[in-house]
């Protein structure tokens, strides 16, 4: 976890996550996590038991993550979302709206391209998981 | 039109830096080139077989004359002195330097235009009647909804890492000119049984190597959900989707492998969730965006007599222009098919004068067409004759309307990097085989479209005579294929046979002519007899 980025508060839960097929099968696990490609939607019974759900990016470009965190917060879930493998810091700007609030990059993200890209954007056109105001909201008030 | 406001070009602006420090940490090495492709695909730069190419939005086929002033400009000082409009209504400038793009991207800004999501696996620019706003067959103008999905879409979070392209049309007419089903989500604007307007909504349609119709997957959407349905389309594809075989990740293979009813089910589903969110835009939003599409000042009662003394004019009269819905005003269809040009090509000079012709006779309304034709729509009828002669002078008064010179061609191997065969060429081929103005006038409606490879950019499968160039043992090779439409009776068109060699396929696409001259009843297209007689007739013309 050398590579380790958290935009929480809370200490990093260091439980190892477990698979989703371990978690529903009656573990007392912690942290779960979420292969591409793997319903994020099984996990919504059980969101007060989680501390961190992990999601995992085989590829930069399997934007199949995106919705998994999504999918999480819009049920409710204020724990812990990470994501895991191949992520860049191109990328990063846009997970952070979808609900990802740490990152376990396969590389080390350089810091200050990471401080740019994050606030590289002053307005967005439209809600998601983060607390950015549309642009239609500013411009009726 | 619609024009900016302080946070449309804020976001433009930031897209335009964020660019340009992504092309300054590619080019010092900081990122692989796997890693900067999808970012500049985003950003509309392809690499070609010779250089860059940059593909510019043009938000539903609409802009101005200052906007087509700056394309000029660009194409003048960062390319060759031309442009290419494509099938999806979008401006293509093929010789571009990569170091170069972020300030061409700059210069973009400062007409309120962009790049953004003309490439990649991303919502791509919106495409949309090109007549909107001014045809006489619509029930309202479709632009506003689609200025408002286009910022909807933009930078979407979720949707920017798609499992490959989404493209979506927008119209509000009964005849389909913006080839609707041919989308991956497509939207007709339509009145209920209780006279409230919405959207008839279908899914799941596209071209390239697997062609598949889009089906209705809603009778009819109230307008002010419109963004929670799209979500919940987008988000049962991103999903479900394969991401193991870039050919099978489309969203029409995820309908086709879920079934028409199940995907519908999902959608429906994911829909009610969506709905709970609340994150459609408010009517004030679209009121606000509705204003700038407001009619312009047509006068009341200009004369709608045009004096028709000079033939060519009368014949160009008769072929390029289109009714209006305003009376004593007329909808001028500018071609850019030359019988000796490039389909779809413009000079910067060329350009230059659309835009004047437009500030001074159509309300500074230009439109592009995915026939890769320009538009000026709100025309009055008594400018007509001056109009057409500086037209003329220019180069661009020919008279081929949806006859047979008016072909689509993509880029094809001059230029693109996954073609198969020359398009371009073969084009000029067909064009001066039917250079004739009385022949053309014949054969009557006739759309040919032809792509340089499987992907299908120049609409073959849609085209009443289609040509596909595939390679067969390393040389170039045509396929003809018979019987589609891009517009209200879309349907898929059929291959006829084995290929043919670039001036065989000219042949044989001339014996089809001859069979429906031979067959046709009055007031058949070509399209028409195909459909009654069937594909035989013409096999037996064409390898008997
Ligand atoms: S159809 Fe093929 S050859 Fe033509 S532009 Fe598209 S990818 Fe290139």
């Given at each position: 976890m050398d590579n380790l980025l958290r935009f929480r508060d809370d200490e990093a839960h260091d439980e190892p996550a477990v698979s989703i097929d371990a978690f529903l099968g009656q573990s007392n696990a912690t942290s779960v996590r979420i292969e591409a490609g793997e319903d994020a939607r099984q996990l919504i019974p059980f969101l007060d038991r989680l501390a961190l759900v992990e999601i995992d990016f085989p590829r930069f470009r399997d934007g199949r993550g995106y919705s998994s965190a999504r999918i999480l917060r819009e049920a409710g879930y204020k724990g812990e979302i990470r994501a895991s493998g191949d992520v860049l810091v191109d990328q990063m700007l846009f997970m952070r709206r979808c609900g990802f609030d740490s990152f376990a990059p396969a590389a080390p993200i350089d810091e200050a391209a990471l401080e740019a890209a994050l606030a590289r954007f002053d307005y967005v056109y439209q809600n998601a998981a983060d607390d950015a105001v549309p642009v239609w909201k500013l411009r009726h008030g | 039109m619609y024009r900016y406001d302080q946070y449309?070009?804020?976001?433009v602006d930031a897209r335009v830096e964020e660019f340009r420090e992504q092309t300054a940490r590619r080019i010092a090495g900081a990122m692989n080139d796997d890693q900067f492709k999808p970012l500049r695909l985003k950003n509309g730069l392809y690499l070609?077989?010779?250089?860059?190419?940059?593909?510019v939005a043009i938000p539903y086929g609409t802009l101005d004359g200052r906007q087509m002033r700056k394309l000029a400009d660009i194409a003048r000082r960062y390319d060759r002195g031309y442009g290419h409009f494509t099938t999806r209504q979008n401006l293509q400038y093929n010789w571009i330097k990569l170091e170069e793009a972020p300030d061409i991207l700059a210069e973009l800004a400062t007409v309120e235009m962009h790049a953004i999501q003309t490439s990649g696996e991303s919502i791509r620019n919106l495409s949309a009647d090109q007549y909107a706003g001014a045809a006489a067959d619509e029930i309202c103008d479709p632009r506003p909804w689609a200025e408002l999905l286009r910022q909807a879409t933009t930078f979407h979070p979720e949707f920017s890492y798609l499992p490959r392209k989404f493209k979506i049309a927008v119209i509000a007419a009964q005849e389909d000119r913006a080839a609707l089903r041919w989308h991956d989500f497509a939207l007709r604007i339509v009145k209920n049984d209780v006279g409230e307007q919405g959207f008839e909504v279908y899914a799941g349609g596209g071209m390239g190597r697997t062609p598949i119709i889009a089906y209705q997957i809603r009778e009819f959407l109230p307008f002010a959900q419109i963004f929670s349905y799209l979500q919940a389309v987008l988000r049962v594809w991103n999903t479900h989707a394969r991401r193991d075989n870039i050919h099978k990740q489309r969203m029409k293979i995820l309908v086709h492998e879920l079934g028409e009813e199940e995907f519908r089910r999902q959608v429906e589903e994911g829909f009610q969730h969506f709905l709970t969110l609340q994150t459609d835009f408010p009517q004030a939003e679209y009121d606000r965006i509705a204003a700038y599409f407001a009619p312009p000042p047509?006068?009341?009662?200009?004369?709608?007599?045009?004096?028709?003394?000079?033939?060519?004019?009368?014949l160009w009269v008769d072929r390029q222009t289109?009714?209006?819905?305003?009376?004593?005003?007329?909808?001028?269809?500018?071609?850019?098919?030359?019988i000796t040009g490039i389909p779809g090509d413009i000079s910067a000079e060329q350009m230059d004068i659309v835009a004047d012709l437009a500030e001074r006779y159509s309300f500074d309304e230009i439109r592009a067409t995915h026939a890769q034709n320009l538009v000026l729509p709100h025309v009055r009828k008594a400018d007509l004759h001056a109009l057409w002669q500086v037209l003329?002078?220019?180069?661009?008064?020919s008279v081929n309307l949806d006859l047979v010179t008016d072909i689509i061609?993509?880029?094809?191997?001059?230029?693109?990097?996954l073609a198969n065969a020359r398009s371009i060429p073969l084009a000029q081929k067909i064009a001066a085989r039917f250079a004739d103005m009385d022949r053309q006038l014949e054969l009557g409606e006739l759309k040919i479209k032809i792509s340089g490879c499987i992907n299908a950019c120049g609409h073959h499968h849609a085209g009443h005579i289609g040509i596909l160039g595939v390679d067969r043992k390393g040389t170039e090779n045509y396929q003809l294929l018979l019987g589609g439409s891009g517009a209200e009776d879309t349907s898929q068109a059929k291959i006829t046979g084995p290929g043919f060699d670039e001036d065989g396929v000219v042949d044989a696409l001339e014996k089809a002519t001859n069979v429906y001259l031979r067959e046709r009843q009055p007031g058949e297209r070509f399209l028409d007899t195909y459909r009654r007689v069937g594909m035989d007739p013409f096999k037996e013309a064409i390898y008997g």
């Open positions: - | 449309d070009q804020a976001i070609q077989l010779h250089a860059y190419m940059l593909r047509f006068e009341t009662g200009p004369s709608a007599e045009i004096d028709r003394s000079d033939p060519e004019f009368a289109v009714a209006h819905k305003a009376p004593g005003y007329a909808i001028v269809n500018i071609s850019l098919k030359p003329d002078a220019a180069g661009l008064a061609a993509c880029p094809g191997l001059d230029y693109c990097s």
